[in-house]
């Protein structure tokens, strides 16, 4: 049995999760990271991480400013605060033993652990490598702990949320990168840990530039010049929004934008900086095709999604690609272009909107984005829609009587759900929704040959007659969904009007 050590906290956040100022753990390594050893506190709430090397003023600093202000201002104790929680885990308290200077952090939610899946991963955290390459899907990972691709939407989704509160607070990961962002498909969830080397404005970054295939191209093209040239180029919000969107790419697709056929010198070293530094380019990049992917170069457990000729970045629909051009082209050398962290959450959550459940109940990805064809297909299996598909397309009124087409869809399938962010275009699906727009408003179901939407909670919803009169559509009271139908869903203000279109195949 390992020794119980316990020791007095030097600083702690006034709200940490954890109070007191003696901290206890057993002296036992349970994990190593890149430069820290982890030990498990005695009741398994929270661990303590020592570093290995000696922190000089800069690092002291920028642990007591996150343990204090940072701590602080993102966890506010409000229920907000409390969701934040669940998605950083910064650490609250600092302690010194044996001339180590250590951490306290939160002990991760049990969903971010294998457990008895026989593949010897029992027990190890849901790194985000085991999800984001095609072939460790394949040769490592049980088909039980792979969710399906509506689920990995939902952990973009937190991913980019989490990123944009860092941000917020003016601070940036500096190492985002599947290594430091758990997650869970089979809950749609994740979160960012090892977020004690973030950079704090108005301190010297800390010495970690990224994980390789994340650090963005100005970094790593800049990465062996001294600390004090004034062209080299450290981690910083601009390089994040980079990490994020190799992130979400690598988590729908399976594969990374920029790993292509071009070898740029035969020093393998040499070769990644040139690949993810200057001479970066986007593997389906639409005029420069410089760095297009092989199939004949690809093992067999990386298809099809290693092959962007049989899995375009197409797929993710119309929302992700244009950030992805945003992301690969326009941002890829130039910073300033890159989209925000909101942008993806944005996009993201739309795009959860676009998709259809696959008819084949054995398509490992179960969901996929409506492609706007009138014979929509599965691009994971290969399975055609068979039958209606109702569209829901969303106008919004910019003043009275006026509609404009607000370039936003929702896809209808049995047992969907409308809420109150489709209802309402000043209501989002974020960290801050009401308990009450939770609530579902309506739902759709596929009732004697004919689609139909109930109303749940709406006071103010009508159909649209042919003549314009309005008919109103009572709390608990249907109607169909026929082609060309326009439904008004609220008469309050950003009260959306949609217009039904029906795809028959």
Same mark, same amino acid.
Not at 87 to 109: A, C, D, M, Q, T
Not at 442 to 449: C, V
């Given at each position: 049995?390992?020794?119980?050590?316990?020791?007095?906290?030097?600083?702690?956040?006034?709200?940490?999760?954890?109070?007191?100022?003696?901290?206890?753990?057993?002296?036992?390594?349970?994990?190593?990271?890149?430069?820290?050893?982890?030990?498990?506190?005695?009741?398994?709430?929270?661990?303590?991480?020592?570093?290995?090397?000696?922190?000089?003023?800069?690092?002291?600093?920028?642990?007591?400013?996150?343990?204090?202000?940072?701590?602080?201002?993102?966890?506010?104790?409000?229920?907000? &605060?409390?969701?934040?929680?669940? @998605?950083?885990?910064?650490?609250?308290?600092?302690?010194?033993?044996?001339?180590?200077?250590?951490?306290?952090?939160?002990?991760?939610?049990?969903?971010?652990?294998?457990?008895?899946?026989?593949?010897?991963?029992?027990? @190890?955290?849901?790194?985000?490598?085991?999800?984001?390459?095609?072939?460790?899907?394949? /040769?490592?990972?049980?088909?039980?702990?792979?969710?399906?691709?509506?689920?990995?939407?939902? /952990?973009?989704?937190?991913?980019?949320?989490?990123?944009?509160?860092?941000?917020?607070?003016?601070?940036?990961?500096? %190492?985002?990168?599947?290594?430091?962002?758990?997650?869970?498909?089979?809950?749609?969830?994740?979160?960012?840990?090892?977020?004690?080397?973030?950079?704090?404005?108005?301190?010297?970054?800390?010495?970690?530039?990224?994980?390789? &295939?994340?650090?963005?191209?100005?970094?790593?093209?800049?990465?062996?010049?001294?600390?004090?040239?004034?062209?080299?180029?450290?981690?910083?919000?601009?390089?994040?929004?980079?990490?994020?969107?190799?992130?979400?790419? /690598?988590?729908?697709?399976? *594969?990374?934008?920029?790993?292509? *056929?071009?070898?740029?010198?035969?020093?393998?070293?040499?070769?990644?900086?040139?690949?993810?530094?200057?001479?970066?380019?986007?593997?389906?990049?639409?005029?420069?095709?410089?760095?297009?992917?092989?199939?004949?170069?690809?093992?067999?457990?990386?298809?099809?999604?290693?092959?962007?000729? @049989?899995?375009?970045?197409?797929?993710?629909?119309?929302?992700?690609?244009?950030?992805?051009?945003?992301?690969?082209?326009? &941002?890829?050398?130039?910073?300033?272009?890159?989209?925000?962290?909101?942008?993806?959450? %944005?996009?993201?959550?739309?795009?959860?909107?676009?998709?259809?459940?696959?008819?084949?109940?054995?398509?490992?990805?179960?969901?996929?984005?409506?492609?706007?064809?009138?014979?929509?297909?599965?691009?994971?299996?290969?399975?055609?829609?068979?039958?209606?598909?109702?569209?829901?397309?969303?106008?919004?009124?910019?003043?009275?009587?006026?509609?404009?087409?607000?370039?936003?869809?929702?896809?209808?399938?049995?047992?969907?759900?409308?809420?109150?962010?489709?209802?309402?275009?000043?209501?989002?699906?974020?960290?801050?929704?009401?308990?009450?727009?939770?609530?579902?408003?309506?739902?759709?179901?596929?009732?004697?040959?004919?689609?139909?939407?109930?109303?749940?909670?709406?006071?103010?919803?009508?159909?649209?007659?042919?003549?314009?009169?309005?008919?109103?559509?009572?709390?608990?009271?249907?109607?169909?969904?026929?082609?060309?139908?326009?439904?008004?869903?609220?008469?309050?203000?950003?009260?959306?009007?949609?217009?039904?279109?029906?795809?028959?195949?």
């Amino acid at each position: 049995m390992a020794n119980k050590v316990t020791l007095t906290v030097k600083a702690i956040s006034p709200n940490a999760p954890f109070p007191g100022n003696t901290v206890e753990f057993y002296d036992e390594i349970k994990a190593q990271g890149g430069v820290k050893d982890v030990y498990f506190s005695c009741d398994k709430k929270y661990v303590v991480a020592f570093y290995r090397k000696k922190l000089d003023a800069n690092d002291k600093e920028r642990l007591n400013r996150i343990v204090s202000q940072y701590y602080a201002h993102i966890f506010d104790g409000t229920s907000v &605060g409390d969701y934040w929680k669940e @998605k950083l885990y910064l650490p609250y308290g600092i302690v010194e033993w044996n001339g180590r200077i250590g951490v306290l952090i939160p002990f991760y939610s049990s969903d971010f652990f294998f457990h008895k899946n026989g593949f010897n991963l029992d027990g @190890k955290e849901k790194n985000g490598k085991w999800f984001a390459s095609a072939k460790l899907r394949k /040769m490592a990972l049980p088909d039980d702990q792979k969710g399906d691709w509506l689920k990995h939407l939902n /952990m973009c989704i937190k991913i980019a949320r989490a990123t944009r509160r860092l941000h917020a607070a003016g601070l940036a990961h500096s %190492d985002l990168s599947f290594n430091n962002v758990l997650v869970d498909p089979i809950t749609g969830n994740s979160c960012l840990i090892d977020l004690d080397e973030i950079v704090v404005r108005g301190l010297f970054p800390p010495s970690v530039i990224g994980t390789p &295939g994340f650090i963005a191209p100005e970094v790593m093209a800049t990465k062996r010049l001294p600390v004090g040239d004034p062209n080299k180029k450290f981690p910083c919000i601009e390089t994040d929004r980079h990490a994020l969107a190799v992130l979400i790419y /690598m988590y729908l697709l399976y *594969r990374h934008p920029l790993t292509g *056929r071009k070898v740029w010198d035969l020093d393998p070293e040499k070769d990644e900086e040139l690949s993810m530094g200057e001479k970066a380019v986007f593997i389906e990049h639409p005029t420069n095709n410089i760095n297009r992917v092989r199939a004949s170069d690809l093992r067999p457990s990386e298809l099809p999604f290693g092959d962007p000729s @049989k899995m375009p970045y197409t797929i993710c629909g119309p929302y992700l690609k244009e950030l992805f051009d945003k992301a690969f082209i326009d &941002g890829l050398h130039n910073p300033s272009a890159r989209p925000t962290a909101q942008m993806w959450e %944005d996009a993201l959550v739309k795009t959860t909107d676009l998709v259809q459940p696959c008819q084949n109940p054995s398509c490992h990805a179960h969901w996929y984005v409506f492609d706007n064809t009138t014979k929509p297909k599965c691009p994971f299996c290969g399975t055609e829609y068979k039958g209606q598909l109702p569209i829901l397309n969303f106008y919004f009124s910019p003043r009275p009587g006026k509609f404009m087409d607000e370039k936003y869809r929702l896809m209808v399938y049995d047992n969907q759900t409308l809420y109150m962010w489709h209802v309402n275009r000043f209501v989002s699906a974020n960290e801050k929704i009401t308990p009450e727009n939770r609530k579902p408003a309506g739902d759709f179901h596929f009732h004697n040959n004919q689609w139909i939407l109930i109303n749940r909670r709406l006071n103010s919803m009508y159909e649209i007659l042919p003549d314009g009169n309005k008919q109103q559509i009572p709390v608990g009271g249907f109607v169909a969904l026929t082609n060309g139908k326009n439904i008004l869903l609220s008469t309050e203000d950003g009260g959306r009007l949609v217009n039904v279109q029906l795809v028959n195949n």
